[in-house]
């Protein structure tokens, strides 16, 4: 979502309203807050993924061009690789 917001600022205060009902609202921040109180895997780490593998991983990722190509800001391989590192 981070990745996204620059490419799609208005769509991204619609969900803040949506989310929270309150305009203004950080709604990346409001979605981060939630997940931490799921009883889910926060981290590449928690699943048990070496840290080895992250690179591998954004490489995998930049092969699924049906859906890079439908994400609203191009991610590139160095972007990917900041994702999956802030991840684990």
């Known amino acids: 979502m981070r990745h996204n917001y620059s490419a799609e600022p208005a769509r991204f205060a ?3 309203r949506a989310f929270s009902g309150v305009s203004g609202r950080n709604f ?4 981060e807050a939630m997940r931490k109180t799921l009883p ?3 981290q590449l780490r928690d699943l048990n993924i070496p840290e080895t593998a992250v690179e591998e991983m954004a490489d995998d990722v930049m092969s ?3 859906l890079l190509s439908m994400n609203p ?3 590139t391989r160095a972007d990917a ?6 991840s684990y």
């Open 14 to 16: 619609e969900l803040s």
């Open 28 to 31: 990346i921040e409001d979605v």
């Open 40 to 42: 889910i895997a926060q």
């Open 64 to 66: 699924v061009t049906r």
């Open 73 to 75: 800001r191009e991610i």
């Open 81 to 86: 690789g900041k994702i999956y590192r802030k």
